[in-house]
């Protein structure tokens, strides 16, 4: 029998009457993805691959948002339904690749109040402790344009350039290249949950004023 998917309004009263870690786990951690609803077996070949590329486990791989449950749940997208030009996006957990920027976020520090840092790896390093402290990063996003490049950075760039070639590696797959695939990296599934619950607060907050 074919899995069935809530409609916005059916979610959106769910986020107005039940804790939003339990409509979290109902809908993101648990079902086949809204995007393979007519051939589950992809999401398990999706997750395969990115975690043999990436040196994780399939389980530490979630697809999230529209492609999960067939409309968009950023604070800012949400009902936009899930289209035909619409990405497809994960989480990843992994807490030995995110301790490697964490201790390069570390190590950068310390040497900047040793040795003095160059001004603009300085403030590239501040805008990634923002979010490193929430406990997630988005290492596709990483520009390294115009920096020194330092020997404590190396593992930003390394892990960088293994998430990117990971991702681009999709494209091999004819179900896949037709869609964006992109990533984010927490530390642990926990961290990973209270990003995207707090997303969904934000949504009830909004429905709450309407």
């Known amino acids: 029998m074919r899995e069935s998917y809530p409609t916005p309004e059916e979610f959106g009263a769910r986020l107005l009457r039940e804790p939003l870690g339990r409509v979290f786990d109902d809908y993101v951690l648990q079902g086949t993805p ?14 395969r691959h990115l975690a043999a590329e990436l ?20 604070p800012d997208a949400f009902p936009r339904l899930f289209s035909d030009t619409s990405d497809i996006d994960v989480l990843v957990h992994d807490r030995r690749m ?12 310390y040497r900047g109040r040793s040795e003095g840092v160059y001004r603009p790896d300085r403030g590239w390093a501040a805008e990634r402790r923002k979010n490193v402290y929430l406990g997630w990063f988005e290492p ?11 020997k404590s950075m190396i593992p930003f760039r390394d892990v960088a350039t293994l998430w990117f070639d990971a991702f681009q590696s999709l ?3 004819p179900e896949f290249a037709s869609r964006r695939v992109s990533g984010r990296l927490f530390r642990t599934l926990k961290h990973g949950r209270l ?8 949504i009830r907050m909004s429905l709450s004023r309407t």
């Open 140 to 150: 596709d996003r990483m520009n390294f344009r115009g920096l020194s490049l330092p």
């Open 195 to 202: 990003y995207y619950v707090d997303g969904l607060h934000k």
């Open 55 to 74: 040196g994780t486990a399939p389980g530490n791989i979630f697809i999230v948002g529209s492609a999960k449950v067939g409309f968009s749940l950023s």
């Open 171 to 173: 494209s091999v797959y």
């Open 98 to 109: 995110f301790d490697r920027i964490w201790m390069s976020l570390v190590r950068l520090h």
């Open 34 to 47: 809204y995007v393979f609803r007519d051939c589950p077996e992809r999401a398990q070949e999706l997750k």
